[in-house]
């Protein structure tokens, strides 16, 4: 979305409103809460891509100087074994973003898939949506923690959880928008009129089921930044000593009294990318819907 | 905001109020009442206060009760002490002193041990100890399922002769130096309900306090045993101790006065509560176990002496201290306290933070591009260890890729041999007789260790030093540091630090001491 | 209704068989059992192997899973293996706790979810719905660590009003009791309040809108009673609904908030098992909270059903 926003705002504005006026996306996204989280997970984003670059600091390295309260060479502080706060925190945006744009498109593809699978047969149809009950039954925490007890804690594990934790999401969404739209009249006509299943499906149907879709992937996001920083909390999140913003925040947990300082940006930054995303997919389900 | 959370009042006949307003009207009495945070007036009390009978202590503790792991080493061992009783008790110098048992003789030749047993002592169900329940403690032991980490030397005892209720007589296969921490860690259950103690739901003992309950998660209750078999102990009415796991919530009880000790708070936070004159901060010199790097002799590089001494050489053992423990732990080389007797600051120091020698000795054995896995039990405080372990060693050229296992894993891979080229971990049992670690300690074990570390030449010295009558004369001392010459020399268990035993008690708690085994005993604790 | 019943029985038991079996396979997956737990860091050789024995975890895995479900049937949960105590009772002690603050967490849900929706769709001075809307968006997007933190910094060390965390029964102590549910509670109930009022206020917006109502409005019928009497009742039955799904998400976001406040519910037991490798106590606790899950649902339709009278079986 990020993309389709940068790509075409170079376009003179007449172009714009007319735009505007066609794609519900551009709409909601240009309304004030678009804009709002736009640059909020703009801004964060861009951090976190140069990291390397606005950090004097590696993440990872350590020093003498524990603790140290904010200021001077290290502007937010260091941590426990005197590594660069500003530094963990913006690779900890970076790591966070590399996650979540593996996973949630993951997501959506999966659910997608089984989607369309349980619109093709009956049969498929209970399979999948039992599957879906299933995982939405379990609370996902405790699958973190399962899958991670198998496979040991890291990258690839956190991946897996958020991507399985959000594929009903999709599959529900886009399984409800292909049964209302395939009995629309225009897509009934099309069939009478002796078009095959796919290409109903592929040239009618889906392009109209895709909108909610969209909606479910940004609000996806949030959601992915808040399962990973509960698998960090609950000691079972990216290996260390990688930072993501749930680490970097529950390892400031034991000094919350003693420095509280250190707890300050992993989770100003936290709020802010959560924030930004929730406002997006928010506008976004407005341009939508209306 | 502030009228509604007074200080806690005082005195018995607001909280039968409070309880008679019922659960109803929570809200309401919440306005009226004690608060869970804010400071209670600690008495004054003079430093030289005279015992004095009465009160409840409540200990606060991070981790739950495992009544499976009632006759194991295991992190919660408060509650041994308190409801049973052991054999004999060490004193500052290993010299074993009478509990249950009041003398023992033991043959020149050191291969029988007679005991003779306390008369007049009664478990809490009111049957008298006799020496059938010594017979049975020790068989106890000897089962593989009670995983007790002293069974080879339980197991050392071939026969057990009763000589009427009060006399027994130990048939040893061989001398066996390290008997007496067996009896400073057996505690003397009642056989009858063995079963029930195992799962938590009855522990009989003729210890100090009688067990009343435990809800798993939260709380234990012992109540005063009134007929403990030490006159006027113990002083206690009771005790409780709550488990919370989490660490501010831990500290703020205590801050709060809900509860009054907690041996369980960890360096970093004692650290934090030094300078707070509510509290008695004390260590043990006992030591709480060592944190230590582990290297597979079996894998390359690390089969390589030199490249085992080079790690040893470039871990920043102080840094450690200070940063993960708060300064609460002695940065040493070697596992032993400073209460063993084969503690000796040469030991301590053999190798030192020298970044240059570890590169050095890494080109001499040809290894100066490695990248190998670290592995450590996941949580946080062993985390951070490893993450220190890492940049160190990346100091010296040495690339290590951290393998979080959580701790049931890491545990498995100990034991079944299955640990990476390095790992990192603690240990325990360096704190009684030296032999012991070389026994009883998976890790040093001479037969059969993670390590894969064999020699004939400490297998030998283990042996000779296990097999000691008395382990503490001169022959035996020399033993002790020849194996830690030969531990430091070939550095499979390469040390880090012997954690400090922090208790933290409230101004007007007196009298707690533990036993080598961390045992929490409270026969003359006291409230001034 | 029984049609109903009949139809929608059925399948959530298949969701509760099919849990069952997952249950029972991905904790065997985990590497490290509750013998190697049990045998501890310095166990002698043939330990684990005895504890193995004692525990019958030497039998076939299908032989295992059979009587665990002939257990169930039974209703006899038998010992925990690690923890310690009967499985029963274990979770019987954790329920008391989690329940204890899902109820205290409900109970700010409607509270909080009525008055944002109501505010949200009623206030009729622009600061006040926007301060609403701002209000809504962040309790429902900031995660409940981030908020457990917040809470935490500013009623424990900043304040000192709150305990940072721990557990006191409210039915033992009910003065301190409440004073540690308070933080955790209001930490869970955000993000459900946030939800509940935003449909609650769309529900409402729309029923405000309905011709009888500007009739009411017409024939001078006050506001207030007009939105209690009319609106309200019209915009409460697909409110139940998500106040329903909100429980199952209580309970799981449970697991997170008392990790963060030192709560010892259903979620620290269900992570102390896994942890402890106790199984009994993990799959008993997992099958449960499945059961919770489904039948929640289940009751929401029905609620949803009684409630709606446009809905006939």
Known sequence: ?290 | MNTLFLPPSPGPTRRGVLRAAGAGSALLTLAACRSAVSHSESDEVGASAAPRRGGTLTVAHGVDFTPALLFSQSSMSLPQRLVFNTLTRYDDDLRPQPELAESWEVSPDGTTVTLRLRRGVTYHDGRPFTADDVVFAVENLQTPERSAQLRSTAEAVTALDKRGDHELTLTLAHPVGNLFDLFEFMIIPDRNTVEEALTGDRLVGTGPFRFDGWRPGSLLTFSRNDSYWQSGRPYLDGVEIRVITQTDSLLSSLRTGQSQLSLGVVGRDAATLKDDPQFTITTYTTGNGCSYVGANTAVRPTNDKTVRQAIAWALDRERIVEQAYGGFALASAAPWPESSPVFTEDNRTHYRHDPDRARELLRQAGATDISLPLGYSASPGNTVIAEMVQYDLEQVGIRTELQPYDPANAQRRLISQEMPALWTMNHGFAQVTPSTLAVSAYPFNEAHNTSRFQSAEYTGLVQDAWRRADPLDEEALDLYQRIADVLLDEAFIIDIAVLDIVQVARADVRGVTLNKFNYLTLDDAFLA | MSAYLLRRVPSALLVLLLASFVIFLILRLIPGDPATTLAGPDAPPGTVEAIRAQLGLDQPVLTQYLDWLGSLLTGDLGPSYTIGGDVAELIGNGFGATVELAVGALLLVVALGLALGILGATARSRPVRAAVRILTTTALSVPPFVTGVVLVLTFAVALRWLPAGGHLSVLEAPDLGAQYLLLPSVCLSLPSAAVLGRYLKDGLERALDEDYVRTATALGVSRRRIVWRHALPNALPPAVTVLGMQTGHLLGGAILVEAIFAWPGLGQLAQQGVVLRDYPVVQALLLLLVAVFVATQLLTDIAYAWLDPRIRW
Request: hydrophobic share 50%; charged share 15%.
């Open chain 1, 1 to 290: 979305m990020t993309t389709q926003t940068e790509t075409r705002s170079g376009v003179a504005t007449g172009t714009l409103a007319r735009l505007r006026a066609r794609n519900p996306y551009l709409n909601g996204l240009l309304s004030p809460r678009g804009i709002t989280g736009l640059i909020i997970v703009g801004l964060l984003a861009l951090a976190g891509l140069l990291a390397p670059a606005l950090a004097d600091f590696a993440p990872t390295a350590q020093s003498d100087q524990a603790l140290h309260s904010p200021g001077g060479a290290h502007p937010l502080g260091t941590d426990e074994v005197g590594r660069d706060l500003f530094s963990r925190v913006l690779h900890g945006i970076r790591n966070d973003l590399a996650i979540i744009l593996i996973a949630v498109p993951v997501a959506a593809l999966a659910g997608s898939l089984l989607a369309l699978l349980a619109t093709a047969s009956r049969a498929a149809d209970a399979v999948v949506q039992r599957f879906f009950d299933l995982v939405l039954a379990f609370p996902g925490l405790i699958l973190a923690l399962a899958i991670t007890a198998i496979m040991g804690p890291g990258f690839l594990p956190v991946v897996i959880v958020i991507a399985l934790a959000e594929t009903p999401g999709f599959g529900r969404v886009l399984r409800a928008g292909i049964l209302v739209q395939r009995e629309r009249e225009y897509a009934v006509a099309a069939r009478v009129g002796g078009a095959g299943r796919a290409r109903v499906l592929i040239r009618h149907v889906l392009p109209n089921a895709v909108d909610p879709l969209i909606v479910q992937l940004a609000i996806s996001l949030p959601v992915a930044v808040f399962i990973e920083g509960a698998m960090s909390f609950l000691g079972v999140g990216v290996r260390p000593p990688e930072p993501t913003l749930g680490s970097v925040l529950s390892q400031s947990m034991p000094y919350l009294s003693s420095h509280p300082w250190y707890a300050a940006a992993p989770l100003i930054t936290v709020t802010g990318l959560v924030l930004g995303f929730t406002l997006i997919a928010e506008a976004l389900n407005k341009g939508v819907r209306r």
